[in-house]
């Protein structure tokens, strides 16, 4: 699976948007982008993925660009519970497995 | 639909000791996986089972072993406890396995202290 590069950590300010940027230069055509996050002491929580459209759902939307090294979590509207360590996790999608690479994530903090 | 249910939450027990954890998918869910999170080296894949099978296995030692039941229950064993093996263990279960869209579903985790 690709290796994803993250910032350590961001701010957001609650009410705006949070905009997460996540690198994934080596990615291969079949690797498909998740992201997770963990808020503190739970389990990691899954988000949203895709693999080359970008893709909104409930919590949030997925941009990655049109060369696929980067990508960019979204979301619009951040409150306090949305401080947690973000993850972006790029993998083969087949049925050899689930396993899933975390790197070091990136820990956002939602200040009033 | 119930989540992924861990048990114990949390354990403490003495190097040299050994530990078993048990882990309850989602129901339907076949695949079981297991993670341990320390602070200093974050996330890591142990191993994972689908249909009572071990189909991949990260790289830890031959004192971390699984298995899975018929009934996708999957317990985690930890022979010969080390300082180091304090961490918290998650378990995550998916429908089935490598499918595009194979969203994972995390417990709480147990917290395990090894004194």
């Known amino acids: 699976d690709a290796k994803t590069t993250q910032p350590p950590s961001m701010d957001c300010a609650e009410g705006r948007a949070a905009n997460l940027p996540c690198n994934h230069s080596?990615?291969?055509?079949?690797?498909?982008v998740y992201w997770y996050r963990q808020i503190h002491s739970q389990g990691p929580q899954y988000i949203i993925h895709?693999?080359?459209n970008n893709e909104t759902n409930e919590m949030a939307s997925l941009i990655i660009t049109e060369d696929r090294k980067s990508s960019t979590l979204i979301l619009p509207h951040a409150t306090l519970r949305d401080t947690a360590v973000y993850y972006c996790i790029v993998r083969v999608e087949s049925n050899a497995g689930n396993m899933l690479t975390f790197g070091g994530g990136t820990r956002l903090m939602v200040k009033p | 639909k119930a989540g992924v249910t861990q048990t114990p939450r949390y354990l403490i027990k003495t190097r040299g000791q050994q530990v078993t954890l048990s882990c309850s998918p989602i129901?339907?869910?076949?695949?079981v996986s297991w993670y341990q999170q320390t602070p200093g080296q974050g996330l890591q894949f142990l191993f994972e089972?689908?249909?009572?099978?071990?189909?991949n296995k990260g790289n830890f030692p031959g004192r971390f072993s699984g298995r899975q039941f018929s009934n996708s229950r999957s317990e985690m064993n930890v022979s010969t406890l080390e300082l180091g093996d304090s961490a918290l263990y998650l378990c995550?279960?998916?429908?089935?396995?490598?499918?595009?869209?194979?969203?994972?579903?995390f417990g709480p985790g147990t917290r395990l202290t090894v004194l």
């Open positions: 089972y689908f249909s009572e099978t071990q189909r």
């Open positions: 995550a279960s998916s429908f089935q396995g490598g499918s595009p869209y194979n969203e994972q579903f």
């Open positions: 895709g693999l080359k």
């Open positions: 080596t990615i291969s055509g079949n690797e498909y």
């Open positions: 129901s339907g869910h076949r695949s």
